[in-house]
């Protein structure tokens, strides 16, 4: 078996939009830290899953791993080149080897254009001859488990399970190595969306793909993720195997999502932690810690000091007072939240 490579690199990325504009915009606003110094890696054939409640940046941080929006500050090494210092013809190059997949993919379909044109796209828009692009439709279509003739009709005639794996045949026409998933079966039916899930993992097999899967769904990201991240008010607060995490989750944020759904998970401690109010607006985060709002088991510390990263014996890195504390880890000794 080879050893493990690291396909992804996200380093203390940040990603701060500014104040909205409109009849306040002259006003000195705050503004909006949606990714605040995340750092991680995604090892190559892997699936990282980056969980949390809407609004925690998770899509945020996304779109920042492709360029589509750029950070504030940070960096994205993708197979050893940094993204963001790349010139335009090595990024062209690059993004051509990732793709995202949508949550609504029809949204990004031109209604007007066949599933045909709508899949070759991407290969029009890297040169590919038109003969090429034909006979790719052709290979891709059963691959994602569509016929031959759906090329020809339009995405209006297909269900939402049809039209993700369209969407799904989309991102892989460029023979990518690394998928942004995002959020890809939210708004799909329990049923379709084992199939579509099972599709993935099918794929991933295949071609050898990495996934970033972004998901508030614990319960689907159970079945696709080899690791999980995560995320809260813009910082990942654990990251690691995903067995581990499932079974003994650390952080409160993780034991409390958990705890929200009913798994199956054999050895699995049970948490009572619940999850309360609201998460707070990232234009005004709590001081210390972020979740000392809504953790049950807050100290006077955490309501001060932002928490330290610890790694546990299982490897798994968790930023909470409480648990460099069972750890007896002094979190002055270690470096700000940075994974
Ligand atoms: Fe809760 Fe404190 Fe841990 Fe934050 S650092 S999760 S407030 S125990």
Do not use: W
């Amino acid at each position: 078996m080879s050893e493990p490579s690291t396909l992804v690199r996200a380093k203390n990325l940040v990603k701060e939009f500014s104040p909205r504009g409109g009849i306040f915009a002259r006003r000195k606003g705050r503004g909006v830290r949606a990714v605040d110094g995340v750092s991680f890696e995604i090892q190559r054939g892997e699936t990282l899953a980056l969980v949390g409640e809407s609004g925690c940046g998770k899509s945020t941080m996304g779109r920042l791993l492709m360029r589509l929006i750029e950070p504030t500050s940070g960096e994205v090494d993708f197979d050893g080149i940094e993204l963001l210092k790349a010139n335009d013809a090595d990024f062209r190059t690059i993004r051509r080897r990732i793709q995202l997949i949508f949550q609504d993919p029809a949204s990004a379909f031109n209604p007007r254009m066949t599933v045909g044109a709508i899949i070759a796209e991407p290969m029009r828009l890297a040169g590919f001859s038109r003969e090429r692009c034909r006979e790719r439709v052709k290979e891709l279509l059963p691959l994602v488990g569509l016929a031959d003739f759906h090329a020809d009709r339009y995405p209006h005639e297909f269900s939402g399970g049809q039209r993700q794996r369209i969407g799904i045949a989309r991102s892989l026409a460029v023979h990518p190595e690394f998928i942004i998933c995002d959020e890809p079966v939210s708004a799909l039916d329990v049923s379709i969306q084992a199939q579509v899930i099972n599709l993935l993992t099918d794929l991933q097999k295949q071609f050898d793909l990495t996934y970033l899967f972004i998901s508030h769904d614990l319960r689907v990201v159970r079945h696709i993720a080899d690791r999980v991240a995560v995320m809260y008010l813009g910082r990942i607060v654990e990251i690691g195997d995903k067995r581990a995490i499932y079974s003994r989750p650390l952080h409160p944020y993780t034991q409390a999502l958990i705890a929200a759904v009913p798994l199956p998970e054999p050895g699995r401690a049970t948490s009572h932690t619940r999850l309360t109010g609201e998460i707070p607006s990232a234009q005004n985060i709590p001081s210390g810690c972020r979740f000392h709002p809504r953790c049950p088991y807050a100290m006077p510390i955490c309501h001060e000091r932002d928490p330290a990263t610890v790694v546990t014996g299982d490897g798994r890195q968790v930023a909470c007072h409480l648990v460099s504390q069972s750890l007896d880890i002094q979190p002055q000794a270690l470096e700000p939240q940075r994974m």
